[in-house]
């Protein structure tokens, strides 16, 4: 994951970029070999949301997260995650109907699409994975739901939706 300090934006800074403005910086944080549109930060995905009125958010973690960890609530912007796992709980074996399961929330190859999870890893996957199955428009939330370890191997405190106070709700 490339070091994104420097390019992370608080919502209330991305609140007047537009979307093309988000889609290029986002472009720019891609990973070397990655095909996938882009890697977002939280507060990106937010207003990517908020503006974008055919985008959704994929939270593509295990249902013990959703359950116990939370979710983001996007009631505001009029809008619920769909909620497909990456991987099954526990074995975490990847999951072998993810485009099935996608395609049954309604979820169309042209819609743009925002994908979250724990940290950041299994939602570049998807993103990745997506984008080679024909799905146009799949960006990484980058730093996702939690964040990254900070130095008591806690997370939450460093990085991630919860942190920069996104909307969200106890599952």
Request: charged share 25%; aromatic share 8%.
């Amino acid at each position: 994951m490339n070091d994104i300090a420097d390019n992370n934006l608080a919502p209330e800074k991305t609140a007047g970029a537009d979307q093309e403005s988000l889609r290029g910086r986002a472009g720019e944080r891609l990973a070397p070999g990655s095909s996938y549109a882009g890697d977002v930060t939280p507060g990106e995905a937010w207003q990517m949301l908020s503006t974008d009125g055919a985008a959704l958010l994929v939270d593509v973690r295990t249902a013990a997260e959703w359950n116990f960890v939370g979710l983001p609530d996007l009631k505001s912007l009029g809008k619920k995650p769909v909620l497909v796992s990456w991987q099954r709980f526990p074995g975490m074996a990847r999951n072998e109907d993810f485009i099935g399961e996608l395609s049954a929330a309604g979820v169309t190859p042209s819609a743009p699409l925002l994908f979250l999870c724990r940290s950041g890893a299994r939602s570049a996957s998807a993103a990745e994975y997506c984008t080679a199955e024909g799905y146009a428009d799949c960006y990484n939330i980058i730093e996702g739901f939690e964040g990254d370890l900070d130095e008591n191997k806690h997370r939450g405190g460093i990085s991630g939706w919860k942190m920069r106070a996104l909307a969200w709700v106890q599952g």
